[in-house]
């Protein structure tokens, strides 16, 4: 079984990463697609396009639905509806969690989340 994990220098520009652009989250549980392993994903901060069709309201409220649209346009591995619709729930929301991180404004990205 191919392990799916990615690695940033393969999958992504040096700057994107290091400009906090992409998040590595690693999985609780891992999802299995056909022969592959997923064991973390790489989430990237979504441009306005990635979010039509999508409230912003919930987004940032971890409305499942709305993530089940986002996810699949902003992760690498690429997630399918499906493949969100299996993660554990804690995954699921590290994920979301990441996706509310990128709503906010820079400057108050530490005050919420002195971590990011």
Known sequence: MKNAT?????????DA??????KTVPLDEPLTRGDTLITEVQIRKPVAGELRGVSLMDLGNLDVVALQRVLPRITLPTLTPHD??????????SLGA???????????????????
Request: proline share 7%; hydrophobic share 40%.
């Open 98 to 116: 990441e996706v509310a991180v990128f709503l906010l404004k820079k400057a108050d990205r530490p005050v919420v989340y002195p971590n990011s």
């Open 84 to 93: 969100v619709a299996k993660l554990d729930l804690a995954d699921l929301m």
């Open 6 to 14: 990615m690695n940033k220098q393969e999958n992504t520009s040096p």
């Open 17 to 22: 990463t290091d400009s906090g652009m992409y």
